[in-house]
């Protein structure tokens, strides 16, 4: 079996849901579908998903939000009438609108796109229809409850040969919509590839898979034809967007790859994502290079330097308790360094230099903001002991300067920080170093 996730790009008007039904059909595997909500048809053109949170929050602000849902309207009835299905989908819309009214929540009316998207893709293909807020669920934290969700949908798959669940949203445990973050169908595909114990999870797009860097920065980057999921998530943070990150884990902790591919060119093979790393032929240790602004390097220092190692235990601890995310680099018995997310950090900032006074050893903080972080991805790459030498002087060659790298004992990664002006020429001088 296939489980197959179709974006908003590849549902965003009628003539995008022929290719789609022509995938589908395409291969008799592919039995459990998830759409996306409309996206955008051409350039300036608005996503449904932006549109239904334009209506939430113009009926929070007390103005009308008619002329907001009837191009909404428009979009899906279009839709219908081009494909001439038999659904009669305003009962639907007139539900939506008289809840909108009524003051549903941002998670609520954000979800109908993919809902109503579902619905017309499962007419269109004569596939069963399941709602996803029956059997995805979050728990009274908010938390996506994957235990409960797995147990559920696993049965409810077992009563259906083939159906179309729509991505993005589920369940709190009283019944109200909550959705997860942008781009969250990715989740959706993933968690049902899990449930439904599939042979591949395919998630179809407007990109023929992943490239080794970003097209707006290198000019006509190679494709990545296989990438591992350990692989795929360091490029993923450090700004890497063709998947979400989040729909990793669902497949990889039971080992269903994932393959990216292009609805409008359905031909091209796409970038696999598996568990286990393949030998590249080209090049020995070099995956892809991506890079991500709004970052600081937070250096803290014990003033009095000693070889324990408590200090940094402390600062860690502290690091943990404020739920402060970074990319941790080598720090000595009295020096602890950290890439933060600016906008985090400064958020947690004046609580997380409370936590750490109560340790009570003198000690020292500097911050160098506006610092972008650079990561070349690739396993093996720890073997290869000139890597670091040829990043520092391709970078050299170019005078930027290098605020700091770390090659961790990993295999995976070497990470760099540049200033974030330098950002864009650093990956390309980094690309054409090593291709």
Same mark, same amino acid.
């Given at each position: 079996?296939?489980?197959?996730?179709?974006?908003?790009?590849?549902?965003?008007?009628?003539?995008?849901?022929?290719?789609?039904?022509?995938?589908?059909?395409?291969?008799?595997?592919?039995?459990?579908?998830?759409?996306?909500?409309?996206?955008?048809?051409?350039?300036?053109?608005?996503?449904?998903?932006?549109?239904?949170?334009?209506?939430?929050?113009?009926?929070?602000?007390? $103005?009308?939000?008619?002329?907001?849902?009837?191009?909404?309207?428009?979009?899906?009835?279009?839709?219908?009438?081009?494909?001439?299905?038999?659904?009669?989908?305003?009962?639907?819309?007139?539900?939506?609108?008289?809840?909108?009214?009524?003051?549903?929540?941002?998670?609520?009316?954000?979800?109908?796109?993919?809902?109503?998207?579902?619905?017309?893709?499962?007419?269109?293909?004569?596939?069963?229809?399941?709602?996803?807020?029956?059997?995805?669920?979050?728990?009274?934290?908010?938390?996506?409850?994957?235990?409960?969700?797995?147990?559920?949908?696993?049965?409810?798959?077992?009563?259906?040969?083939?159906?179309?669940?729509?991505?993005?949203?589920?369940?709190?445990?009283?019944?109200? +919509?909550?959705?997860?973050?942008?781009?969250?169908?990715?989740?959706?595909?993933?968690?049902?590839?899990?449930?439904?114990?599939?042979?591949?999870?395919?998630?179809?797009?407007?990109?023929?898979?992943?490239?080794?860097?970003?097209?707006? +920065?290198?000019?006509?980057?190679?494709?990545?034809?296989?990438?591992?999921?350990?692989?795929?998530?360091?490029?993923?943070?450090?700004?890497?967007?063709?998947?979400?990150?989040?729909?990793?884990?669902?497949?990889?902790?039971?080992?269903?790859?994932?393959?990216?591919?292009?609805?409008?060119?359905?031909?091209?093979?796409?970038?696999?994502?598996?568990?286990?790393?393949?030998?590249?032929?080209?090049?020995?240790?070099?995956?892809?290079?991506?890079?991500?602004?709004?970052?600081?390097?937070?250096?803290?220092?014990?003033?009095?330097?000693?070889?324990?190692?408590?200090?940094?235990?402390?600062?860690?601890?502290?690091?943990?308790?404020?739920?402060?995310?970074?990319?941790?680099?080598?720090?000595?018995?009295?020096?602890?360094?950290?890439?933060?997310?600016?906008?985090?950090?400064?958020?947690?900032?004046?609580?997380?230099?409370?936590?750490?006074?109560?340790?009570?050893?003198?000690?020292?903080?500097?911050?160098?903001?506006?610092?972008?972080?650079?990561?070349?991805?690739?396993?093996?790459?720890?073997?290869?002991?000139?890597?670091?030498?040829? +990043?520092?002087?391709?970078?050299?060659?170019?005078? +930027?300067?290098?605020?700091?790298?770390?090659?961790?004992?990993?295999?995976?990664?070497?990470?760099?920080?540049?200033? $974030?002006?330098?950002?864009?020429?650093?990956?390309?001088?980094?690309?054409?170093?090593?291709?």
């Amino acid at each position: 079996m296939i489980v197959a996730k179709f974006g908003g790009s590849s549902l965003a008007d009628a003539a995008q849901f022929q290719k789609v039904k022509d995938i589908v059909f395409a291969d008799n595997r592919r039995m459990l579908i998830i759409p996306s909500a409309p996206g955008r048809r051409f350039d300036k053109d608005e996503k449904v998903t932006d549109l239904l949170y334009l209506c939430h929050s113009q009926q929070k602000a007390g $103005e009308s939000f008619q002329k907001t849902f009837d191009e909404i309207q428009r979009r899906y009835l279009d839709i219908a009438k081009q494909l001439h299905l038999s659904l009669e989908l305003k009962p639907y819309l007139q539900e939506i609108q008289q809840q909108m009214e009524e003051g549903a929540s941002a998670d609520y009316c954000a979800s109908r796109g993919e809902f109503l998207n579902g619905l017309l893709l499962a007419n269109y293909l004569e596939f069963a229809f399941i709602d996803a807020a029956e059997v995805i669920f979050f728990d009274e934290q908010g938390a996506f409850d994957a235990e409960k969700t797995n147990s559920v949908l696993k049965k409810r798959l077992e009563t259906v040969e083939t159906a179309v669940i729509p991505g993005f949203y589920g369940s709190n445990p009283d019944g109200s +919509i909550r959705v997860f973050s942008r781009g969250g169908s990715d989740i959706t595909g993933a968690i049902v590839a899990r449930a439904a114990q599939a042979e591949l999870y395919e998630n179809w797009t407007d990109v023929s898979g992943f490239l080794m860097a970003d097209p707006r +920065i290198v000019t006509n980057p190679r494709p990545i034809s296989h990438i591992t999921y350990h692989e795929m998530h360091e490029l993923c943070c450090a700004g890497a967007t063709v998947l979400h990150e989040d729909c990793v884990y669902p497949v990889s902790s039971v080992g269903i790859p994932t393959n990216i591919r292009n609805t409008n060119l359905p031909q091209h093979p796409g970038t696999m994502i598996t568990c286990n790393a393949l030998q590249r032929e080209d090049f020995a240790i070099f995956a892809g290079v991506s890079g991500k602004k709004g970052f600081s390097l937070l250096v803290i220092e014990k003033e009095e330097p000693d070889h324990t190692w408590s200090f940094v235990q402390e600062v860690l601890s502290a690091v943990q308790k404020k739920g402060i995310k970074f990319q941790y680099l080598p720090s000595g018995a009295h020096c602890v360094c950290l890439l933060v997310e600016t906008k985090q950090f400064l958020e947690k900032k004046d609580s997380f230099q409370d936590e750490i006074n109560k340790i009570n050893i003198p000690f020292s903080i500097s911050i160098q903001p506006e610092t972008a972080g650079i990561v070349l991805v690739g396993y093996g790459i720890i073997h290869n002991r000139l890597a670091v030498n040829r +990043i520092f002087t391709a970078l050299q060659r170019q005078n +930027i300067d290098v605020v700091m790298i770390n090659q961790g004992s990993g295999e995976l990664s070497t990470w760099v920080g540049v200033a $974030e002006a330098e950002m864009e020429g650093a990956i390309r001088a980094i690309y054409e170093e090593f291709l």
